[in-house]
């Protein structure tokens, strides 16, 4: 069980960050943080690149972000074309910023910088999960 789930294309199903899928499923957005420098990682990493230690941990991503910035989609890469157009987004959740997409039921004129996001877990119809952002 792994990335093969993950998102509209399939990734490697191997991963050391594996669990984020499996969390994904039980409706958690988790990463990682650095046990010995408090680091944290979004996407997850379970290697520090600082402190070349692999003794991270998971932690819940909650609470209330903030949007820094957004770009509209129009032409989906390889594997998304059927997506765009979507919006994708730099959330800042204090101790990290979250890269993901912003929920297509925001309308374009109430997506401001500033906004208040939270990120919420998703499953598509044929079971895929992700994750994006939403209004508050
Ligand atoms: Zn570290």
Avoid at 41 to 57: A, Q
Avoid at 66 to 92: C, H, M, Q
């Amino acid at each position: 069980m792994g990335f093969e789930k993950f998102g509209t294309v399939s990734f490697t199903s191997e991963s050391k960050a594996s669990d984020f899928v499996n969390y994904l499923e039980q409706g958690k957005v988790m990463t990682t943080r650095c046990k010995k420098c408090g680091q944290g990682f979004f996407p997850p990493r379970m290697d520090c690149p600082k402190c070349l230690t692999s003794d991270v941990e998971w932690f819940e991503i909650k609470g209330t972000g903030k949007l820094v910035t957004r770009a509209v989609v129009n032409y989906g890469p390889s594997g998304f074309e059927n997506d765009a157009p979507y919006t994708l987004a730099i959330g800042d959740f204090g101790e990290l910023r979250v890269f993901g997409r912003l929920s297509k039921s925001l309308k374009e004129g109430e997506i401001r910088a500033g906004m208040s996001l939270n990120i919420v877990p998703t499953k598509s119809p044929d079971g895929r999960v992700a994750y994006e952002f939403q209004k508050v």
